[in-house]
């Protein structure tokens, strides 16, 4: 199971600090949360704060757009290099023309749901993607609890991403973000989850890493 702690949950007055902190293997990536204020009720930070980022940690970063025009927004983040750049299905006009601008920088394209948009629309989606995350929280603000139709949700999908498999070799990231704990992350593992997001749970705690470890030994429980 690979984990992403979103730095929204981290210390902010200690940001630098805690990223030098975070380390490999239990850290996997960083998880960026860009929040345009319109998008989602909140606002959180942009490019500027994500170069710093970058300048603090060899981790890669997992650079997630919560933004009304991520046609506008996505270009501004190719200079990171990032593992992947993340738009919601929700605000994009043209999905698979952004995807194919993001892979054309070398990056992979990642393709975000909210909790209410139908899974079935991946289907026809599946191939010019590598990422799919799944808000299992309605997105916005962290420290929700996991949402009860997401196990429905991520079946649905397991149903898919079958079929898909069957047609092609092209493989997917399947990514969950919201409410991941270390007591729900077996059944995710099992569901079929890669990889979490994990903001409150990994920065609860004095030492992130340690907490990484135990959402990661608690993936292989069942």
């Not at 199971?1 to 949950?9: D, K, Y």
Request: net charge negative; aromatic share 8%; with cysteine.
């Amino acid at each position: 199971m690979l984990v992403s702690p979103s730095i929204l949950a981290a210390p902010l007055t200690r940001l630098g600090e805690t990223l030098q902190q975070l380390k490999k293997p239990e850290i996997d990536f960083i998880h960026l949360d860009i929040m345009d204020g319109h998008f989602v009720p909140a606002l959180t930070f942009g490019e500027q704060v994500a170069e710093a980022v970058k300048r603090e940690t060899p981790i890669p970063l997992d650079v997630h757009l919560m933004v009304e025009h991520p046609e506008k927004e996505v270009p501004k983040y190719f200079a990171l290099e990032p593992h992947n750049i993340t738009f919601h299905y929700e605000a994009a006009k043209a999905p698979i023309r952004l995807a194919e601008t993001i892979r054309k920088a070398g990056i992979k394209a990642g393709l975000a749901l909210k909790p209410s948009t139908p899974v079935d629309i991946l289907e026809d989606l599946y191939p010019y993607f590598d990422l799919f995350l799944f808000m299992t929280v309605e997105p916005g603000y962290y420290g929700q609890p996991f949402l009860q139709n997401s196990w429905h949700r991520l079946a649905r999908f397991a149903e898919i991403r079958q079929r898909c498999a069957e047609q092609s070799d092209h493989e997917v990231i399947l990514e969950v973000d919201g409410g991941v704990t270390e007591k729900n992350i077996a059944r995710l593992a099992e569901a079929g989850v890669d990889m979490v997001v994990a903001g409150a749970f990994i920065f609860k705690a004095e030492d992130p890493n340690l907490q990484a470890e135990i959402l990661k030994q608690a993936a292989h429980s069942l």
